[in-house]
T-cell receptor
């Protein structure tokens, strides 16, 4: 089954404690991205990657890091989380260069206390 | 002005009604247009995907694009309680490199 898998689905943690949210896709997609979704603000792109070792900032990259060492994985790293990063996060992937729509994971709800 | 405008709702309709959801956009570089459905505690799920101006139909769903007016619509016929969700419009430009999403419209279909 074609899917985008995120882990964990839920996480409560404290300010300053580094965390990583993993994302993996099994569709051999070149393009992967991370979004956060907040009430009234919709989906906002954090980072995206067009291929292995190629990443770029989206609209709200501050406080986040990403890496793309393998085609299937695109982890999101919060080096020093703060309460304003409490949000619902989605990973997505698509076949780049063919204008294909993105496929989304089921989300990770992060609460930073 | 935001790149994509969408009425956030909530929109409540009785079962069986025809629902019309709309987005306007300002960037004429947008090339492809999509509608996603998002249930509570789930990721957005692709419903419709279209490029050209005109209508595209899939079952009870019809997507309409008017590039000259920078306006897209999603029509749901014979709406069902299972259609209750948030509907997001989305647009692609720059040959698939950039995506922009509307804020979403929350729809409730009442039995």
């Amino acid at each position: 089954e074609a899917q985008v898998t995120q882990n964990p689905r839920y996480l409560i943690t404290v300010t300053g404690k580094k965390l990583t949210v993993t994302c993996s896709q099994n569709m051999n997609h070149e393009y992967m991205s991370w979004y956060r979704q907040d009430p009234g603000l919709g989906l906002r792109q954090i980072y995206y990657s067009m291929n292995v070792e190629v990443t770029d900032k989206g609209d709200v990259p501050e406080g986040y890091k990403v890496s793309r060492k393998e085609k299937r994985n695109f982890p999101l790293i919060l080096e020093s989380p703060s309460p304003n990063q409490t949000s619902l996060y989605f990973c997505a992937s698509s076949a780049y260069r063919s204008n294909q729509p993105q496929h989304f994971g089921d989300g990770t709800r992060l609460s930073i206390l | 002005q935001k790149e994509v405008e969408q009425d956030p709702g909530p929109l409540s309709v009785p079962e069986g009604a025809i629902v019309s959801l709309n987005c306007t956009y300002s960037n004429s570089a947008f090339q492809y247009f999509m509608w996603y459905r998002q249930y509570s505690r789930k990721g957005p799920e692709l419903l419709m995907y279209t490029y050209s101006s005109g209508n595209k139909e899939d079952g009870r769903f019809t997507a309409q694009v008017d590039k000259s007016s920078k306006y897209i619509s999603l029509f749901i016929r014979d709406s069902q309680p299972s259609d209750s969700a948030t509907y997001l419009c989305a647009m692609i430009y720059n040959y698939g490199q950039n995506f922009v999403f509307g804020p979403g419209t929350r729809l409730s279909v009442l039995p």
